[in-house]
């Protein structure tokens, strides 16, 4: 008999796991279950495993030349051929589901309650069943936990958070390294680095919810790393953090990374608290993360709204003008243009909409300091803009609710294409002039005659090229264009490698 763990994909706030991103619930569930049944067989499956043994019969088609890439089954794992079988011996079947911060996803689509509760039953899935992730303490997508209720006592046996400890955790992160032997594409591995926040509680935020400040020894992080380094994985990113610059030391935590794995070709962060940012310390850590980190490399700053009332109400971290400081001090050490034609470090914002006190004078304050860091010729790497979403326990459900979100519905649209239109687009010219060479660009799904690629890494930049090129090849890019958020290009040439 086997254990079997389903991947639906997981999205937070501070933390990656929707692919090409591997997240930790997988990895620690899978290095908990080898330590406590050493014995047992342990397989990893992903919802595209099982869509495309419901949806298709286990049959995967070739993509035609008017057709899409299917995301919904792109992300396969080598157990996919032999499913039956692998579900035919499970005993046990641990589904990951939860995603809090839905966006779109080029090469996948997460698993919803509702989908994955629909095809395991369909399927007459006879073993114990265990709901883990996200959606345990949370809630998953816009609607927070209310769904979940619905369904829990109805199919799921148990339901099981799995809270380790950070010591726990030490020997379940290297063991749980093994998983990526079940895995066929690229992956980036996201690497917990700390968990709670130590500023604030932000309204709309569960990360107070889910675990108080601690952080993990850097000797424990560089240690998975070089389990999975061992193991041939090349691409990572220091994630699960609310503040990368807020870790006891982050300087030489990066300095050990590089010493312990130097062949490492992308090593990128998360989020960042911009009020750490522009102090002597901040620049100190700003500068270690350009020496040491890969180029294309983004600090994810929640700005969250740039209204001074909104921010009162919400009780957010940073106000505007803390926030331009940050921009200005990681423009000055990262702007420079890195060898794979990105810049070595830029901030990002992230704007919410739905706030508690929202009104169209917050639009208006976003748009002035926005254009001002565009008049100050400051770079951004890109502008996350979305809708809060709703999770019991937090000060924006219990003060309004969907107030705000009902309110200035009608707006939205207006509000965010603005944005793109007038600040985006001039920005991402900036960045990448027509003709800029980019390098190390991956090509990944079709969308009927033009092939979709990026560069490995933190948000990368979504690159539309005319012509169906070999998917999973590396090519060097020239730009030639621009959409609001991403960009066209022509193959200059294909690499052998990246």
Same mark, same amino acid.
């Given at each position: 008999?086997?254990?079997?763990?389903?991947?639906?994909?997981?999205?937070?706030?501070?933390?990656?796991?929707?692919?090409?991103?591997?997240?930790?619930? %997988?990895?620690?569930?899978?290095?908990?279950?080898?330590?406590?049944? %050493?014995?047992?067989?342990?397989?990893?499956?992903?919802?595209?495993?099982?869509?495309?043994?419901?949806?298709?019969?286990?049959?995967?088609?070739?993509?035609? &030349?008017?057709?899409?890439?299917?995301?919904?089954?792109?992300?396969?794992?080598?157990?996919?051929?032999?499913?039956?079988?692998?579900?035919?011996?499970?005993?046990?079947?641990?589904?990951?589901?939860?995603?809090?911060? %839905?966006?779109?996803?080029?090469?996948?689509?997460?698993?919803?309650?509702? *989908?994955?509760?629909?095809?395991?039953?369909? /399927?007459?899935? +006879?073993?114990?069943?265990?709901?883990? #992730?996200?959606?345990?303490? #949370?809630?998953?997508? @816009?609607?927070?936990?209310?769904?979940?209720?619905?369904?829990?006592?109805?199919?799921?046996?148990?339901?099981?958070?799995?809270?380790?400890?950070?010591?726990?955790?030490?020997?379940?992160?290297?063991? #749980?390294?093994?998983?990526?032997?079940?895995?066929?594409?690229?992956?980036?591995?996201?690497?917990?680095?700390?968990?709670?926040?130590?500023?604030?509680?932000?309204?709309?935020?569960?990360?107070? @919810?889910?675990?108080?400040?601690?952080?993990?020894?850097? $000797?424990?992080?560089?240690?998975?790393?070089?389990?999975?380094?061992?193991? #041939?994985?090349?691409?990572?990113?220091?994630?699960?953090?609310?503040?990368?610059?807020?870790?006891?030391?982050?300087?030489?935590? =990066?300095?050990?990374?590089?010493?312990?794995?130097?062949?490492?070709?992308?090593?990128?962060?998360?989020?960042?608290?911009?009020?750490?940012?522009?102090?002597?310390?901040?620049? *100190?850590?700003?500068?270690?993360?350009?020496?040491?980190?890969?180029?294309?490399?983004?600090?994810?700053?929640?700005? $969250?709204?740039?209204?001074?009332?909104?921010?009162?109400?919400?009780? =957010? +971290?940073?106000?505007? &003008?803390?926030? /331009?400081?940050?921009?200005?001090?990681? !423009?000055?050490?990262?702007?420079?243009?890195?060898?794979?034609?990105?810049?070595?470090?830029?901030?990002?914002? !992230?704007?919410?909409?739905?706030?508690?006190?929202?009104?169209?004078?917050?639009?208006?304050?976003?748009?002035?300091?926005?254009?001002?860091? @565009?008049?100050?010729?400051?770079? =951004?790497?890109?502008?996350?803009?979305?809708?809060?979403?709703?999770?019991?326990?937090?000060?924006?459900? *219990?003060?309004?609710?969907?107030?705000? @979100?009902?309110?200035?519905?009608?707006?939205?649209?207006?509000?965010? !294409? *603005?944005?793109?239109?007038?600040?985006?687009?001039?920005?991402?010219?900036?960045? =990448?002039?027509?003709?800029?060479?980019?390098? !190390?660009?991956?090509?990944?799904?079709?969308?009927?005659?033009?092939?979709?690629?990026?560069?490995?890494?933190?948000?990368?930049?979504?690159?539309?090229?005319?012509?169906?090129?070999?998917?999973?090849?590396?090519?060097?890019?020239?730009?030639?264009?621009?959409?609001?958020?991403?960009?066209?290009?022509?193959?200059?040439?294909?690499?052998?490698?990246?």
């Amino acid at each position: 008999m086997a254990l079997t763990i389903v991947d639906c994909y997981t999205d937070e706030a501070a933390g990656l796991g929707v692919p090409p991103y591997l997240g930790t619930y %997988p990895r620690y569930l899978y290095g908990y279950l080898a330590s406590k049944f %050493p014995n047992q067989k342990i397989y990893y499956l992903t919802i595209d495993d099982l869509r495309l043994l419901y949806f298709h019969k286990n049959k995967v088609k070739e993509t035609l &030349e008017h057709q899409t890439t299917d995301i919904r089954i792109y992300n396969l794992t080598i157990n996919s051929p032999n499913i039956k079988q692998v579900l035919a011996e499970t005993e046990e079947l641990f589904v990951i589901v939860g995603v809090q911060v %839905p966006g779109k996803y080029l090469t996948a689509l997460p698993g919803t309650m509702h *989908e994955i509760t629909e095809i395991l039953r369909n /399927l007459q899935i +006879n073993c114990k069943k265990t709901l883990t #992730g996200p959606v345990v303490f #949370g809630g998953t997508q @816009l609607v927070g936990g209310k769904f979940f209720e619905k369904i829990e006592e109805q199919f799921f046996e148990k339901k099981e958070r799995f809270n380790f400890s950070y010591e726990e955790m030490k020997q379940y992160s290297v063991k #749980g390294a093994a998983i990526v032997q079940q895995i066929i594409n690229y992956k980036i591995i996201e690497i917990e680095t700390g968990k709670g926040c130590n500023v604030g509680k932000c309204s709309f935020c569960t990360e107070p @919810l889910k675990a108080k400040v601690s952080y993990r020894n850097n $000797e424990d992080i560089v240690q998975e790393i070089k389990a999975f380094y061992d193991l #041939g994985e090349r691409y990572f990113r220091l994630g699960k953090q609310t503040c990368f610059y807020s870790l006891p030391d982050p300087i030489n935590l =990066l300095k050990n990374i590089r010493e312990q794995c130097p062949d490492i070709k992308v090593l990128h962060i998360d989020n960042v608290n911009p009020i750490f940012v522009p102090t002597k310390k901040g620049e *100190e850590i700003t500068k270690a993360i350009v020496q040491y980190c890969s180029s294309g490399n983004i600090a994810a700053h929640g700005v $969250e709204s740039f209204d001074s009332v909104v921010t009162k109400e919400n009780l =957010l +971290n940073c106000n505007a &003008e803390m926030a /331009l400081k940050a921009i200005r001090v990681i !423009n000055k050490y990262g702007a420079e243009k890195g060898e794979n034609g990105m810049p070595k470090f830029l901030p990002g914002l !992230n704007i919410i909409f739905g706030l508690k006190a929202e009104s169209k004078q917050t639009h208006k304050e976003n748009m002035k300091y926005l254009q001002q860091i @565009l008049d100050e010729n400051l770079l =951004l790497r890109r502008i996350n803009i979305r809708q809060a979403a709703l999770f019991e326990g937090t000060k924006l459900y *219990e003060d309004c609710g969907d107030k705000f @979100l009902k309110k200035n519905k009608k707006y939205y649209w207006k509000w965010r !294409n *603005e944005i793109r239109q007038k600040i985006d687009l001039p920005n991402l010219e900036r960045i =990448l002039p027509k003709g800029a060479i980019l390098k !190390n660009v991956i090509a990944e799904i079709y969308d009927g005659k033009t092939t979709f690629m990026r560069q490995i890494g933190t948000y990368p930049l979504i690159i539309g090229v005319k012509g169906r090129y070999p998917l999973h090849k590396f090519y060097t890019i020239k730009v030639t264009n621009y959409m609001l958020r991403s960009i066209t290009g022509e193959v200059v040439k294909e690499q052998e490698s990246d």
